[in-house]
């Protein structure tokens, strides 16, 4: 299905049956897998949209890679590359942290930006998981599409 962020015009794939979440912030778009089971991890997508202020694609990432670490629990990046999204520069990330409950899981994000507006795509499983989603959420990432005026 396609999910359309009414805030920015953004808009990426997410597997049929899944659920767009109610944040109360504009600027952020949870998507859920259904429930799996008490306890267990719910694979989301989760789309974010922010001012970079004056900052340069580049230097936007740099902060985001600097603070990562301190943001997420034994933060680990497994691969950070260049890629385009919309014909602007863009950038794919794999990483691994744990959550407050100490489960393993393996982020993807996707992220670009139009003008001052950064926009990620970021997608999250549990590490037992992954092997089972991966390909399906590459793919929800791979779809990220800003167009020519995203906005908050």
């Known amino acids: 299905m396609r999910v359309v962020h009414e805030a920015t015009g953004a808009s990426f794939d997410a597997p049929d049956g899944w659920l767009v979440e109610e944040t109360g912030r504009p600027e952020v778009l949870v998507v859920l897998e259904p429930e799996q089971g008490e306890g267990d991890v719910r694979a989301n997508l989760v789309l974010t949209a922010g001012s970079t202020g004056d900052r340069s694609f580049r230097d936007w990432q740099n902060g985001t890679e600097a603070l990562l670490p301190q ?70 990432c791979a779809s990220l599409r800003v167009g020519q005026e995203a906005r908050v």
């Open 71 to 140: 943001e997420l629990a034994d933060y680990l990046l497994i691969d950070l590359h260049a890629v385009e999204i919309d014909g602007r520069p863009a950038g794919s990330r794999l990483a691994h942290h744990v959550d407050a409950q100490g489960r393993a899981l393996v982020m993807e994000q996707v992220f670009t930006q139009v003008g001052d507006l950064g926009v990620t795509l970021t997608a999250t499983v549990d590490v037992v998981r992954h092997p089972v989603v991966a390909e399906e959420l590459a793919a929800c």
